[in-house]
């Protein structure tokens, strides 16, 4: 049984799912996952990536970081180890996690994606706003960036901001 109560270690906790997934799921099946814990009194956040796209840090001061550290997406290799990261949110900072339907819309007329870069430009726009609305400024900077064109993926967004 795999439990992440009372997770002491994000990566450990990720490989014992890793395992259970392997040996239950068919072949051609696997799962991009991203766990992470934040503390909110300190702004210390512990991850583990498995494979999903990186989740952006939009710093208030200072350049996007990246939170990939963790390893392969899940299900493929049951013996495999998983890493943990650890990041810090500061005060204004905004995590952004999202699936590859946001990054990956691309424009009907041209061959261009939403990108990484764009999305955390729509995030520092909106940085001093609420959550929810940084969110919905995500969304609808995707559809105008698609012109509309029905999503090729889900579109998903969930952002945790530090005040």
């Given at each position: 049984?795999?439990?992440?109560?009372?997770?002491?270690?994000?990566?450990?906790?990720?490989?014992?799912?890793n395992?259970?997934?392997?040996?239950?799921?068919?072949d051609?099946?696997?799962?991009?996952?991203?766990?992470?814990?934040?503390?909110?009194?300190?702004?210390?956040v512990?991850?583990t990536?498995?494979?999903?796209?990186?989740?952006?840090?939009?710093?208030?001061?200072?350049?996007?970081?990246t939170?990939?550290?963790?390893?392969?997406?899940?299900?493929?290799?049951?013996?495999?180890?998983y890493?943990?990261?650890?990041?810090?949110m500061?005060p204004?900072?905004?995590?952004?996690l999202?699936?590859?339907?946001?990054t990956?819309?691309?424009?009907?007329d041209?061959?261009?994606?939403?990108?990484?870069?764009?999305?955390?430009?729509?995030?520092?726009?909106?940085?001093?706003?609420?959550?929810?609305?940084i969110?919905?400024a995500?969304i609808?900077?995707?559809?105008?960036?698609?012109?509309?064109?029905?999503?090729?993926?889900?579109?998903?967004?969930?952002?945790?901001k530090?005040?």
């Open positions: 049984q795999v439990l992440f109560e009372e997770c002491d270690n994000v990566a450990s906790s990720v490989t014992r799912l395992k259970a997934i392997a040996t239950n799921c068919p051609n099946r696997f799962i991009t996952f991203f766990v992470c814990i934040v503390n909110p009194a300190t702004g210390a512990t991850y990536n498995a494979g999903h796209n990186p989740p952006l840090l939009v710093r208030r001061a200072g350049p996007v970081e939170l990939g550290t963790g390893g392969i997406i899940l299900g493929i290799m049951p013996r495999f180890t890493q943990q990261g650890e990041a810090q500061d204004g900072d905004v995590l952004v999202f699936s590859d339907g946001v990956e819309a691309a424009r009907p041209v061959d261009e994606e939403f990108g990484d870069e764009r999305l955390a430009d729509v995030v520092r726009k909106h940085a001093d706003r609420p959550a929810g609305a969110v919905q995500v609808e900077a995707v559809s105008q960036f698609t012109q509309g064109a029905p999503a090729a993926d889900d579109i998903t967004v969930v952002v945790a530090r005040v």
